[in-house]
T-cell receptor, first 119, second 115 residues
Framework: DVKVTQSSRYLVKRTGEKVFLECVQD?????MFWYRQDPGLGLRLIYF???????EKGDIPEGYSVSREKKERFSLILESASTNQTSMYLC??????????????????FGPGTRLTVT | AQSVTQPDIHITVSEGASLELRCNYS??????LFWYVQSPGQGLQLLLK??????LVQGIKGFEAEFKRSQSSFNLRKPSVHWSDAAEYFC?????????????FGKGTRLSVIA
């Protein structure tokens, strides 16, 4: 059974703190993604990675950075947390490449989410 | 550029009534289309997907969706809604060649179910 796990379900941090959100997948997927979700705005892509040590900016990368040192792990870093980063953060992964069957291409598997509150 | 529009922000239906959630997409090639469901406080779960072949796709929990290329739509349907279907629903589009590119998601439709 495929699985994406996130290090915390709920997190409360103070303004200015450095925050790490961890995501681990056990499906040997090449691609990993970080989204934030806010009411009325849907899912907004922060960063994604298509290989170890590779990263691409999404739609809203400002104030965030990422790290992918191992294939199964993708970390989201808030260098100096601010109250406007209070949100639900969702991690996802997907497979890529020529070996992927057509019916499996593009499908993203999501973790349970981390609700971050910055006070 | 790819885009997805879910015109309805919030829909309320009675338990046992039928349901249709709308999704329109913009994409230049043959799309891969997905519907995800998110229960309160949870991550997203795949309901169904279309990638080729039969345009009527069956999914989990009794849901189905129909791909209509001429209308650029992929509407989600269920003949009889249960209270446990109350959730947020997201439509997404990708492509056979998306490879390393992310899916594009709509903003979601929140479904409320009343007795």
């Amino acid at each position: 059974d495929v699985k994406v796990t996130q290090s915390s379900r709920y997190l409360v941090k103070r303004t200015g703190e450095k925050v790490f959100l961890e995501c681990v997948q056990d499906m040997d997927h090449e691609n990993m993604f970080w989204y934030r979700q806010d009411p009325g705005l849907g899912l907004r892509l922060i960063y994604f990675s298509y290989d170890v040590k590779m990263k691409e900016k999404g739609d809203i990368p400002e104030g965030y950075s990422v790290s992918r040192e191992k294939k199964e792990r993708f970390s989201l870093i808030l260098e100096s947390a601010s109250t406007n980063q209070t949100s639900m953060y969702l991690c996802a992964s997907s497979s890529a490449g020529e070996n992927v069957a057509p019916r499996d291409r593009g499908e993203q598997y999501f973790g349970p989410g981390t609700r971050l509150t910055v006070t | 550029a790819q885009s997805v529009t879910q015109p309805d922000i919030h829909i309320t239906v009675s338990e046992g009534a039928s349901l249709e959630l709308r999704c329109n997409y913009s994409y230049g090639a043959t799309p891969y289309l997905f519907w995800y469901v998110q229960s309160p406080g949870q991550g997203l779960q795949l309901l169904l997907k279309y990638f080729s072949g039969d345009t009527l796709v069956q999914g989990i929990k009794g849901f189905e969706a129909e791909f209509k290329r001429s209308q650029s739509s992929f509407n989600l349907r269920k003949p009889s809604v249960h209270w446990s279907d109350a959730a947020e629903y997201f439509c997404a589009v990708g492509s056979e060649f998306s490879g390393n590119t992310p899916l594009v998601f709509g903003k979601g439709t929140r479904l409320s179910v009343i007795a």
